[in-house]
């Protein structure tokens, strides 16, 4: 049993009621190995903002989770290395059982995530409620996330080939039975990196796909009923367009990518929205960079002059996300 503190880790909770007064959200990266992890703790040192490094289940599988558990210890000492220490939080996506949430309460995790958004909404209610007990139980007290409603598309083991939005007129139940201290909702957001079928978005003059706007009246109507609830919004990559013709440029095939505007998560960051996720961006900036070295340096076979750059790339990313979507620069 390792509790979080112990690796020098934070739960959510002080930062959420942070973001919401404060109108920003905290960026939730995904991580599973070592240049990721070292390119957003560089970007969120540098521009002081506190981070969530999240882990799903797939990415414990391939990682190993006692080596997740070292690298996020790894994680604050590296920042304070670097000379800020930043709030970090170990959290949990889309955990799918009880027993997976508790192994990760148990191995140093400070956040966790019960997805029954696929369950019919009583036993959503009950196995989120019994997660909650669980990690609030804790020694140190471990934050929990739950989800209403179901977003389209696919993520690691987490697939669905239709949306529902939340419901407003559940959250208040919802919330006051699971006793949880966040909520992901479904609001227009998509896992993946092709968010929306073509016949679901306009096309501008250059044929590139323009989604369909979020839902910022389902939103407003779930901040009316739970004032001041710290919201999350999953599958808020943006899907540069950028970087999906540098990947296409050098060999790649990506059809029909797109994300959601940047402008809309900044729209969304400054609500009671308070930890977005953002995975997909981060695969494509790292594929678009060791495309374009693979092809441009034929001779090249160190690992470490092909995922430098790509690390370089993903620390810029993060960095701009910081600064000029989530607004959690400066907040650390
Ligand atoms: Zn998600």
Same mark, same amino acid.
């Given at each position: 049993?390792?509790?979080?503190?112990?690796?020098?880790?934070?739960?959510?909770?002080?930062?959420?009621?942070?973001?919401?007064?404060?109108?920003?959200?905290?960026?939730?990266?995904?991580?599973?190995? =070592?240049?990721?992890?070292?390119?957003?703790?560089?970007?969120?040192?540098?521009?002081?903002?506190?981070?969530?490094?999240?882990?799903?289940? @797939?990415?414990?599988?391939?990682?190993?989770?006692?080596?997740?558990?070292? =690298?996020?210890?790894?994680? +604050?000492?590296?920042?304070?290395?670097?000379?800020?220490?930043?709030?970090?939080?170990?959290? *949990?996506? /889309?955990?799918?059982?009880?027993? *997976?949430? %508790?192994?990760?309460?148990?191995?140093?995790?400070?956040?966790?995530?019960?997805?029954?958004?696929? *369950?019919?909404?009583?036993?959503? +209610?009950?196995?989120?409620?019994?997660?909650?007990?669980?990690? /609030? !139980?804790? %020694?140190?007290?471990?934050?929990?996330?739950?989800?209403? @409603?179901?977003?389209?598309?696919?993520?690691?083991?987490?697939?669905?080939?239709?949306?529902?939005?939340?419901?407003?007129?559940?959250?208040?139940?919802?919330?006051?039975?699971?006793?949880?201290?966040?909520?992901?909702?479904?609001?227009?957001?998509?896992?993946?990196?092709?968010?929306?079928? $073509?016949?679901?978005?306009?096309?501008?003059?250059?044929?590139?796909?323009? $989604?369909?706007?979020?839902?910022?009246?389902?939103?407003?109507?779930?901040?009316?009923?739970?004032?001041?609830?710290?919201?999350?919004?999953?599958? !808020?990559?943006?899907?540069?367009?950028?970087?999906?013709? =540098?990947?296409?440029?050098?060999?790649?095939?990506?059809?029909?990518?797109?994300?959601?505007?940047?402008?809309?998560?900044?729209?969304?960051?400054?609500?009671?929205?308070?930890?977005?996720?953002?995975?997909?961006?981060?695969?494509?900036?790292?594929?678009? *960079?060791?495309?374009?070295?693979?092809?441009?340096?034929?001779?090249?076979?160190?690992?470490?002059?092909?995922?430098?750059?790509?690390?370089?790339?993903?620390?810029?990313?993060?960095?701009?996300?910081?600064?000029?979507?989530?607004?959690?620069?400066?907040?650390?």
């Amino acid at each position: 049993m390792t509790s979080y503190k112990e690796l020098g880790l934070v739960n959510t909770k002080e930062l959420f009621k942070k973001a919401v007064s404060g109108g920003y959200a905290i960026p939730a990266y995904n991580f599973n190995n =070592m240049e990721q992890m070292q390119s957003i703790i560089q970007a969120c040192v540098e521009t002081k903002s506190p981070v969530i490094l999240q882990v799903s289940s @797939g990415a414990r599988k391939y990682a190993n989770q006692n080596i997740l558990k070292n =690298m996020a210890r790894g994680a +604050v000492e590296y920042a304070h290395e670097l000379g800020y220490d930043i709030p970090i939080v170990l959290h *949990l996506d /889309h955990g799918d059982s009880f027993e *997976l949430c %508790k192994d990760c309460i148990e191995t140093g995790f400070s956040s966790v995530m019960i997805d029954g958004s696929h *369950l019919s909404y009583d036993e959503n +209610v009950a196995l989120t409620k019994k997660v909650c007990e669980l990690a /609030h !139980s804790q %020694k140190d007290y471990v934050t929990v996330e739950g989800e209403l @409603g179901v977003l389209a598309g696919v993520e690691d083991d987490v697939s669905s080939e239709h949306s529902h939005y939340t419901q407003p007129s559940e959250v208040v139940d919802f919330v006051g039975k699971t006793k949880v201290d966040s909520l992901a909702i479904s609001i227009g957001t998509s896992h993946g990196r092709a968010k929306f079928k $073509p016949e679901q978005c306009t096309r501008d003059a250059n044929g590139i796909l323009i $989604p369909p706007p979020l839902r910022f009246d389902i939103l407003e109507e779930i901040e009316k009923q739970i004032p001041g609830f710290p919201i999350v919004l999953h599958g !808020s990559s943006s899907v540069p367009i950028e970087y999906v013709h =540098m990947i296409e440029k050098y060999g790649g095939k990506l059809t029909d990518s797109v994300g959601i505007p940047e402008e809309q998560l900044r729209k969304a960051a400054k609500s009671a929205v308070c930890k977005i996720n953002i995975d997909s961006d981060g695969r494509l900036a790292m594929t678009a *960079l060791i495309r374009k070295i693979l092809v441009e340096k034929p001779d090249e076979f160190d690992p470490r002059k092909i995922l430098g750059p790509a690390r370089d790339e993903l620390k810029k990313l993060y960095s701009h996300k910081n600064q000029n979507v989530l607004g959690s620069a400066g907040r650390a």
